[in-house]
């Protein structure tokens, strides 16, 4: 039984197979061989092999595996770290409490007194 290939918009592919690449680069600068670096990110070749072809279908925790070993973990804070939309989403939602109104003084027997 196969595995599922997930389906993804051609943009999204076209990201994950320039992800994939800059891994695969990023390797080859290191001159790191792909055995080299499965083991060290503890995952398999075939696995890594298909990190640098751009698969969606391997799990997020193995791309940061792999960007671990390479010494490029900064590389993932930085993802979805500047949500624009999701910021002016948020301040679009915003209300302002009116403020309750100052109950006026009464004033009994000479004191005042708030109700």
Request: hydrophobic share 40%.
């Amino acid at each position: 039984m196969g595995r599922t290939v997930p389906n993804v918009l051609p943009r999204l592919k076209r990201i994950m197979d320039a992800v994939g690449e800059n891994i695969r680069f990023a390797r080859l600068r290191r001159d790191i061989t792909a055995k080299q670096l499965a083991e060290r990110a503890g995952i398999s070749r075939s696995t890594l092999q298909s990190i640098e072809r751009g698969d969606p279908g391997v799990s997020f925790g193995a791309y940061a595996k792999v960007l671990f070993s390479l010494g490029l973990e900064h590389e993932l804070s930085q993802l979805a770290c500047d949500d624009v939309l999701g910021r002016k989403l948020q301040d679009a939602g915003l209300r302002v409490a009116k403020r309750a109104a100052h109950k006026k003084a009464k004033t009994v027997s000479g004191t005042d007194q708030r109700e």
